[in-house]
């Protein structure tokens, strides 16, 4: 029951996790779009209000005038009816973590923790886990202050620190985990961003305002450095957020480089948008990013194997590896701690349900994206087996 319980916890706080990712991130990316997008403003009576700059669009069957003031509105009353956001951040990072907590926490020894890469206990673990999220936003920070007035050095820093820190995860957790926590710290460096600069920052202007006091402009410039942090996370992000379903790119023995070039390649995606807001178009950062892609993608084509150590490997073998390696979570009834159901429904306890699922066994066991973590310990052996008798025709005899 408790195994069943947990599965509806992760679905729900998946399913809140989403929705508020959506809603942050296309606040996010509206915003961004709007500030790069303002032109000056066209009636000399808005300039002598303060209007920085305006954009008119057209949505959902209407024309919407948006006007932006860096001081606020002069000789009028700052409205209180002001929409803040930051609801939707808060509430993807504290989903985010409640979905760290219920997958990778508490199923520590399952899916956090591969002792083929460090030999750790679920305290352990989940000690490294926390101090990396904490300790990654206490690096940012720490560089912002540090090369503040320089931004090309700052961003060069930022890079530098996202690859060693890819890195180093991939020394300490399963490669799915490693993968997972790149965007953990990310996503927590993008909330961070929002709850401890930009919201301070924008109340301490709005309390100036109100008190007829000239805004200090710094609050302001590092609210805007920030959120343009934000708005390059939010592609690696996002891809991190969906990898759990391609093993081909984490399972990889360079999973950390793998990682490291996809996201730059979103960043590049994401550098496009920003100019072409302002009205410059510049191919040359999408062609980057495919050409980037492209080269991961011919990193990950399987490479034809001509080992033949394995011999002519019969279905009896295959049968006897299955049962003992992967039956044990892949049943309708799982035997294995910590599973209530069959990992992504896919049973393994019949003749004709090893065929249906031949091919996905062969990719997720070649890819050591199976068994998870390795926990019933499958051998290099019994994988190049699998591997031999998937080359062979797959057949039930």
Wanted: charged share 15%.
């Amino acid at each position: 029951m408790e195994s069943y319980v947990i599965e509806w916890l992760s679905l729900l706080v998946r399913w809140l996790h989403l929705i508020a990712g959506i809603a942050w991130i296309g606040a996010s990316f509206y915003f961004i779009m709007l500030d790069n997008s303002l032109t000056a403003p066209a009636k000399p009576e808005d300039v002598k209000r303060g209007v920085f700059g305006e954009l008119w669009a057209v949505h959902g069957g209407g024309l919407y005038q948006s006007q932006k003031y860096l001081s606020g509105p002069m000789g009028e009353t700052l409205s209180n009816n002001l929409h803040w956001s930051k609801v939707e951040a808060y509430t993807t990072w504290l989903s985010g973590m409640c979905l760290l907590a219920i997958i990778y926490w508490f199923g520590a020894a399952t899916y956090l923790i591969d002792k083929s890469v460090m030999v750790l206990t679920p305290v352990q673990a989940i000690g490294i886990s926390v101090g990396a999220i904490v300790g990654g936003w206490i690096v940012y920070s720490a560089m912002c202050k540090v090369f503040d007035a320089n931004e090309k050095w700052l961003a060069a820093s930022l890079f530098l620190f996202v690859i060693a820190l890819d890195w180093g995860l991939f020394q300490v957790f399963s490669a799915r985990a490693a993968f997972l926590h790149v965007g953990a710290v990310l996503g927590t460096i993008m909330a961070a961003n929002v709850f401890f600069a930009i919201i301070p920052g924008q109340k301490k202007m709005v309390a100036q305002i109100r008190a007829g006091v000239v805004p200090d402009p710094e609050p302001g410039r590092i609210g805007k450095q920030r959120s343009v942090h934000n708005t390059y996370f939010t592609l690696p992000v996002l891809f991190i957020m969906i990898s759990n379903h391609y093993p081909m790119t984490y399972s990889h023995p360079y999973g950390w480089l793998i990682l490291a070039v996809i996201m730059a390649a979103g960043a590049l995606i994401r550098q496009f948008f920003v100019l072409r807001h302002r009205g410059q178009t510049r191919s040359l950062f999408v062609i980057l990013a495919v050409l980037l892609l492209l080269a991961v993608f011919i990193a990950l084509a399987p490479k034809p194997s001509g080992a033949t150590s394995a011999g002519r490997v019969s279905f009896a073998q295959i049968r006897t590896i299955i049962d003992a390696r992967c039956v044990t979570c892949h049943a309708a009834q799982p035997t294995f701690a910590g599973f209530a159901q069959p990992p992504k429904g896919v049973l393994l306890e019949s003749t004709e349900q090893v065929m249906a699922h031949a091919q996905k066994i062969n990719e997720t066991v070649a890819s050591r994206y199976m068994p998870i973590g390795n926990l019933t310990q499958m051998t290099d052996a019994e994988r190049e087996s699998i591997a031999a008798w998937f080359r062979a025709g797959a057949k039930a005899r």
